[in-house]
């Protein structure tokens, strides 16, 4: 006489376990947590202290400005207004920026350098043109050169309320230019690389020029000494510092092989 054995059963999956079930096709081609945010985390020790420096930097904003709305007058006013306002140039805020740009031009230049020996190397002289476009964008952001451009072309074109600051009317075509010529290095990153750079380019640029629009209607319509300015410049170059943040931290994960995970 037979036994008939009881069918085995797979124990229930426990909290945390990732691993794909048994008789489940689509599990291997699932991405798992860590493969799909791989890029998006900061390398090295150094990133908390990033993310923190920039939160810092906006709660800062918002307390001057909160203190000076409500307050008017208060001791060290003009200093805290010079050193950690958003939207003052040579303030923190500023020079934080464009350290973070300029790392990035580093990333990519060193990027640029590592793709020269691998299947990569067409790639080079997009990466080492975009690195030398990220050290234009940090030094513009440490002395504001986009803004000597302001009062000519207002003039000339009769410019106001959201084009008030005169200046994205030259940018964004640029921009626009810059995207178009990047869209095949783009496609030539991983998929989720890609995707995240993607996001970074339209944080930087939505909050650079989209919100620096809404920022200028503001500012004609006398609301400049408003909470509610504040909170779009804190927008604005909160937009402006995840994206720099984002672009480093994917360039910096394709310098460590991550460009590896896919065919040039």
């Known amino acids: 006489m037979t036994t008939t054995q009881p069918?085995?059963?797979?124990p229930p999956p426990q909290r945390g376990d990732h691993r794909p079930r048994t008789g489940d096709p689509l599990a291997a081609a699932r991405p798992t947590a860590a493969a799909w945010w791989a890029p998006a985390v900061l390398p090295g020790r150094w990133t908390p202290a990033a993310l923190a420096?920039?939160?810092s930097l906006l709660v800062a904003h918002l307390v001057v400005s909160a203190l000076r709305t409500t307050v008017g007058d208060f001791p060290g006013r003009d200093p805290a207004v010079r050193f950690l306002a958003l939207n003052e140039e040579a303030g923190l805020p500023a020079w934080t920026s464009s350290a973070l740009l300029l790392l990035t031009a580093q990333a990519l230049?060193?990027?640029?350098?590592a793709d020269a020996t691998t299947r990569r190397?067409?790639?080079v002289l997009q990466e080492r043109v975009l690195a030398g476009l990220f050290v234009y964008l940090s030094v513009d952001e440490a002395t504001a050169l986009?803004?000597?451009t302001i009062a000519p072309l207002r003039s000339a074109l009769d410019l106001g309320g959201a084009l008030f600051f005169a200046w994205v009317v030259l940018y964004l075509p640029l921009a626009l230019v810059v995207a178009v010529l990047?869209?095949?290095w783009v496609r030539g990153l991983p998929p989720v690389a890609g995707r995240l750079v993607v996001l970074?380019?339209?944080l930087f640029v939505g909050?650079?020029?989209g919100v620096e629009m809404l920022g200028a209607w503001m500012w004609t319509q006398g609301l400049v000494d408003t909470m509610r300015y504040a909170a779009v410049v804190t927008l604005e170059e909160g937009m402006e510092m995840a994206g720099a943040l984002l672009v480093l931290s994917v360039v910096t994960w394709l310098r460590r092989g991550g460009a590896t995970a896919t065919a040039a």
């Not at 069918?7 to 797979?10: E, K």
């Open 7 to 10: 069918a085995r059963t797979s």
């Open 53 to 55: 420096l920039v939160a």
């Open 109 to 113: 230049w060193l990027l640029a350098d």
């Open 121 to 123: 190397r067409r790639w």
């Open 146 to 148: 986009h803004e000597q």
């Open 182 to 184: 990047c869209l095949r």
């Open 200 to 202: 970074s380019g339209v």
């Open 207 to 209: 909050g650079a020029v």
